[in-house]
């Protein structure tokens, strides 16, 4: 019982994060899961709960979804991703987390002290940093999230057109991520149990954070976004 209420709960608060800022769901879930699950099988089911909530916000927003703006980005994320994923076994992931932690707190600050910094939009070479260093600690750790999420959301002029972009973004990461995982054997029959308990907490948590974000202004959505940026840089750092 205990098990499942450590698979509930956590994917509910997840599903509602992500709801919220469009990123950090799996940030989230495997705070917990992998107390009573196997990392690697953890990881693909923190990824795999929010598969049918990633389903329901791209098609709730598919009329402003812009496929034109995702092939792109994702191309050279996977490359990066599917490259690095053999890096594990080499690199410090440890020091690798501090990197990307001391990263993402810098950037927490700096959106948060230069008022119009998030108004602007990327020029190319930032543009591509940032999906590079996303593909890569995607690869690595599993952690791909909150750089593309500043990349969309410079990009929207919207709530609905930034959600629309990055849950699609995501979505189509999540079937070849998992894909990979299955075909390696990290995934089986043995996990769906966990995976559809996931599913309904995250899509609770998706349903409950929708109703908050209908009564967020743009500015405010975007404070929250880099607020969290800055938790997940001081999570990546200490834990």
């Not at 594990?88 to 993402?104: I, K, Y």
């Not at 750790?141 to 709530?159: D, E, K, Q, R, V």
């Not at 995982?181 to 995250?202: E, F, K, Q, W």
Request: a positive charge.
């Amino acid at each position: 019982m205990v098990t499942w209420l450590l698979i509930f709960f956590p994917a509910m608060v997840a599903g509602f994060v992500q709801g919220l800022t469009g990123f950090g769901a799996v940030i989230v879930m495997m705070t917990i899961f992998p107390f009573i699950l196997p990392i690697a099988p953890a990881a693909g089911i923190a990824g795999l709960s929010m598969l049918a909530s990633m389903v329901g916000l791209t098609y709730r927003y598919r009329h402003e979804f812009k496929l034109k703006r995702v092939v792109v980005p994702f191309i050279i994320y996977v490359a990066v991703a599917t490259w690095s994923v053999h890096l594990s076994s080499v690199l410090d992931t440890h020091v690798m987390r501090a990197l990307l932690g001391c990263l993402l707190v810098a950037l927490c600050l700096y959106f948060t002290l230069f008022k119009n910094a998030g108004d602007r939009k990327y020029p190319w070479y930032i543009a591509v940093c940032f999906m590079v260093i996303s593909g890569f600690f995607n690869g690595l750790l599993g952690i791909g999230g909150p750089l593309m999420a500043l990349y969309f959301l410079s990009l929207s002029t919207s709530i609905p057109e930034y959600t629309a972009s990055i849950q699609g973004f995501f979505l189509i990461d999540a079937f070849y991520i998992n894909s990979v995982r299955v075909a390696n054997g990290i995934l089986d029959v043995h996990d769906v149990p966990y995976i559809l308990v996931g599913m309904i907490a995250a899509g609770i948590g998706t349903i409950l954070a929708a109703r908050v974000a209908n009564k967020l202004d743009d500015q405010t959505f975007r404070k929250w976004i880099y607020r969290f940026i800055g938790l997940s840089g001081i999570y990546y750092l200490f834990f």
